[in-house]
């Protein structure tokens, strides 16, 4: 027998529950809570994601998710386009716009390099990077990916298809977080930012 | 500035964080798992939810969900109409036709009277299930509520109104669930268990 005693909502369930994070009870209570509301709630949730997915481009310099064929960053004239922070996805970019310390471009890779998840460099655009470098006109590549095995790997390999490049490379600073307690750091992170200590001075005028 | 760099991504945003226990954090994370996948999976999943909020009905007899006129429960020859069970929603029905040990049918109240949340007796299947019981026919009434202050209000309140029918209140047991152990077992259930003791034999035959 049919467990649900609908089809339309075993159905709704069904496509719910793939996405990343719900489950199978999780979909049906947001099944149940759009059944409450009004209908015209779920016809605009159904559109916005459906609109949303049809109509998405990404921007043909930085490949950033944009409404139009170059993004708002990349249109902006009062940002440097010389330095190009690297990032694994909107979400990176989102939360460096938020520190409002980068006034240059980015370039979105779409991922990072990963092979259990079966994604290789030629899944991501790292190709489309290295063509903007070897354009010219770039004076500097901010590689800001995560602090894991992954993110060293990509950081890793950019590094060698674009250092005979005459191009700077730098990696963002890593070190304890403002507001972390010395003891409770992990030691790698503590070794590190032991090695890359900096001179006290420097940090007097931020 | 737009810091989600593409208005269709904000909006289909803010219309799934609408969606109870999804904050932006995730909303974000699901836009970007959809942007991912292949297009055709977010219009299915579109046009799973706008289908079922569009075409769903309520069983004429018990009001549970469902997919035609009278549900497939009502419209079962083989069970007996002469027992109703009580519910607050579907996932109710769910678990109860899990066990296999009920052969009646439900009423489905839709809730249960919550003056916190504003959703009084009016707001629920309440006179409808007053006037299944007046139409006779009925032999028993079982309550299968959760054991909450909401759910013995609203076992109150219907009790109060059909108790002058000529038929049998019950409410499903509570006590120890089976594979608990007595020490970790709150007071209140533990009391109750005690006061609602039942002869050991009437045991022996499940």
């Given amino acids: 027998m049919n467990s649900y005693s609908s089809k339309l909502v075993e159905n709704a369930v069904n496509e719910l529950a793939r996405l990343p994070g719900i489950g199978r009870k999780t979909a049906l209570r947001l099944v149940l809570h759009l059944l409450k509301k009004e209908e015209i709630a779920t016809i605009s949730l159904g559109n ?12 043909s310099e930085c490949f950033n998710i944009s409404d139009s064929e170059v993004c ?6 009062n ?19 938020n520190t409002g310390q980068f006034k240059g471009v980015y370039h979105i890779l779409g991922g990072i390099i990963s092979p259990m998840d079966g994604i290789g460099p030629h899944d991501l655009q790292i190709d489309s990077l290295i063509k ?3 354009q010219g006109n770039i004076q500097e590549i901010i590689m800001a990916l ?13 590094y060698k298809k674009i250092k005979d490049y005459n191009v700077t490379i730098s990696t963002i600073a890593r070190g304890i977080a403002i507001g972390d ?21 420097s940090t007097l005028s931020k």
């Fill in 48 to 59: 916005a994601i459906m609109k949303m997915r049809g109509e998405i481009m990404f921007c």
């Fill in 72 to 77: 708002e960053i990349c249109a902006n004239q």
């Fill in 79 to 97: 940002r440097t386009k010389e330095t190009i922070c690297v990032v694994e996805d909107i979400r990176d970019v989102m939360a460096i716009e």
């Fill in 132 to 134: 903007r470098v070897a």
């Fill in 146 to 158: 995560s602090t894991t095995i992954e993110g060293d790997t990509t950081n890793f390999y950019i």
């Fill in 181 to 201: 307690e010395l003891e409770y750091t992990d030691e790698v992170t503590l070794g590190r930012s032991i090695l890359n200590r900096m001179p006290y001075e």
